[in-house]
């Protein structure tokens, strides 16, 4: 059961108090934010609707599109509501919610990436075997995995904070809810709730950034036996994930892995795995791959040709 709290809101400090600054950031963040839900969005279709996209490396990434909007919705438009009101103000079981989703999503993603540093392992190290170890339920167990690993983590970490009572103070200094922030406004003491936060959270990130960084390590030396032209290609598509893992994993490390502080700098660092990367997927993952480009052109002219009957 829920601890007794008399708390039933939480206030947003948010990114400023400067009405002036709050709508460029509102406005900011919408740009992006549109730019996330297109640009996944269109891959996700673009793989659904293509029968040339049907290799595990774009079903993966169907997912990890899908996953992207997802996770990104469960703070950019609150944020950008809330730049346009006084008081950003959640209920605090809004809070929970918002604190829930946030990992799940983040934890699927995690899992996803990892998942697609095996797939692209066994692509370039096996290729003989490839068909024959990502064949279509395997591929849709991992997925599954991956879905579940998120699920766990998420209800461990919500379960945690929702045992704490918070009867006091009820600002954070964030644009969103997150465990730490939240452990700060509990009434007890939270040593032992922060320690078994920091064993569900940071060992995820951690471990997943240490077999993801090992598998493209193997891939590259694994390089060596390729052609030019194999060489090439492998290097490309490793560069591209290699790039989407830093910019997720080095932050959520940074937040997570440390004891259960908040820093002013959070809310930076914040924006790099619940924005920018969702970004950056369909650029780096999608639009530099000349297959999608392909599959994206397709697309356009089926959507034209119908238009003009």
Request: proline share 4%.
């Amino acid at each position: 059961m829920v601890a007794t709290s008399n708390v039933t809101e939480i206030i947003f400090v948010g990114f400023s108090q400067n009405r002036d600054v709050q709508k460029i950031i509102s406005v900011v963040f919408l740009l992006m934010y549109t730019a996330i839900v297109l640009g996944n969005g269109l891959i996700v279709v673009t793989i659904m609707t293509s029968k040339a996209l049907t290799s595990p490396m774009y079903f993966f990434l169907s997912y990890l599109s899908f996953v992207e909007i997802c996770y990104c919705s469960v703070t950019a438009p609150r944020l950008i509501i809330d730049s346009f009101t006084e008081r950003k103000v959640i209920s605090l079981k809004g809070c929970f919610t918002q604190i829930f989703f946030l990992h799940f999503f983040g934890g699927t993603e995690i899992f996803l990436l990892t998942v697609m540093a095996y797939d692209r392992y066994v692509a370039i190290c096996k290729p003989l075997h490839y068909t024959t170890i990502m064949n279509r339920r395997v591929c849709g167990l991992l997925v599954g995995a991956a879905w579940g690993g998120g699920l766990l983590h998420s209800a461990g970490q919500t379960f945690l904070i929702f045992q704490l009572p918070f009867c006091g103070f009820n600002t954070i200094d964030h644009y969103f809810c997150d465990v730490h922030p939240v452990l700060k406004l509990a009434s007890s003491n939270t040593f032992l709730i922060g320690l078994l936060i920091i064993a569900n959270g940071g060992p995820i990130s951690v471990i997943s950034f240490t077999v993801l960084l090992t598998s493209y390590v193997v891939i590259l030396l694994s390089l060596r036996n390729q052609t030019s032209e194999g060489r090439r290609k492998a290097l490309a598509t490793c560069a591209s994930h290699i790039a989407v893992v830093g910019l997720f994993f080095i932050p959520c490390s940074f937040v997570y892995m440390r004891p259960c502080v908040t820093l002013p700098v959070d809310k930076i660092v914040a924006v790099f795995y619940t924005v920018v990367t969702p970004l950056l997927n369909p650029i780096i993952y999608s639009f530099r791959n000349a297959e999608v480009k392909k599959a994206l052109r397709r697309l356009v002219g089926r959507k034209v040709i119908w238009e003009e009957k």
